[in-house]
Nanobody, 123 residues
Framework: QVQLVESGGGSVQAGGSLKLSCAVS????????MAWYRQAPEKERELVAS???????TYTDSVKGRFTLSQGNVKNTVNLQMNSLMTEDTAVYYC?????????????????WGRGTQVTVSS
């Protein structure tokens, strides 16, 4: 069955960098889109960045200029390069995917999720 596997989380001091990766297995077609969400304790889940099948990307304002989401070399893989990390970036980061097989119209439907990877930024 479909699985999303995240990697690259860890601990880093403020100003440092991390690269998160996500790979979809068990699905042979191109994803409509993939995204990274994050959730800090006692805070709402936040969409950090997304990428569509046409490579169009979006970012939440707080990470613009610092984070870059890109397609991996393998279909349905993505990388999130996180630079100039701040303590406010501390959260569990989740990869999500829209894997509708027949259409990608309308809003993204992120129904497949990874288990999350912890990112901790210390001062």
């Amino acid at each position: 069955q479909v699985q999303l596997v995240e990697s690259g989380g860890g601990s880093v001091q403020a100003g440092g960098s991390l690269k998160l990766s996500c790979a979809v297995s068990g699905y042979i077609f191109r994803a409509c889109g993939m995204a990274w969400y994050r959730q800090a304790p006692e805070k709402e889940r936040e969409l950090v960045a997304s990428i569509s099948s046409d490579a169009t990307t979006t970012y939440t304002d707080s990470v613009k200029g610092r984070f870059t989401l890109s397609q991996g070399n393998v279909k349905n893989t993505v990388n999130l390069q996180m630079n100039s990390l701040m303590t406010e970036d501390t959260a569990v980061y989740y990869c999500a995917a829209d894997l509708r097989p027949l259409t990608c119209s309308g809003e993204r439907q992120y129904k497949f999720w990874g288990r999350g990877t912890q990112v901790t930024v210390s001062s």
